[in-house]
């Protein structure tokens, strides 16, 4: 008669499924870093952007407290927007970012669309700071498989900021 011993036959299973959980690491291991990077890249995009943002409404405001026309203003709200001072010193807020890519609008540049602008206390200047074609890099060269669509380099919307000016 054959007797079953408890012991031999755990320890024969322990032997068979040594390994397994490296196995299962391995395995998850490509799709769970492909996840962490991609959330990091995407907080990194939605930093970017907000950045942008910021600086654009900075630039807006620093154009709107004075007269229109001035080009030292505008190249100071340019700076502003870029570099986050208006002495544009220092690196630029975002990797690629350009004074070229600033558009400033006042009521001497855009007077159609910013000069005495009609509201219902009477008329007033805009002043507009945008930042348009801010292309984002991304740090992983990514392209999802299948699709084509590649995660690189993404083009950012318009980014842009009104505030009355003085009239």
Known sequence: MCRLNRN?????QLGRTRGVAAVELALLLVPLLLIVLGVAEFGRA???????????????RHLAQYGPGD???????????????????GSPLAVGLTP?????????????????QPTGRGV???A???????????VLGITLPGS?????????????ATMRAPL
């Not at 709200?77 to 010193?89: H, I, K, P």
């Not at 070229?100 to 005495?116: E, F, G, I, M, Q």
């Open 124 to 126: 007033m200047n805009l």
């Open 46 to 60: 939605i930093h970017t952007f907000n950045t942008l943002g910021k600086s654009v409404r900075d630039a807006a």
């Open 128 to 138: 507009t700071v945008t930042i348009e074609g801010y292309v984002f890099t991304s």
């Open 148 to 160: 084509g669509v590649a995660l690189t380099n993404r083009r950012f919307p318009t980014i842009s």
């Open 100 to 116: 070229a890519t600033v558009l400033v609008c006042d009521a001497l540049t855009c007077p159609a669309t910013h000069a005495n």
């Open 8 to 12: 031999s036959f755990a320890a024969g």
């Open 71 to 89: 080009s030292a203003v505008q190249g100071e709200a340019r700076c502003l927007a870029v570099y986050g001072r208006a002495d544009c010193t």
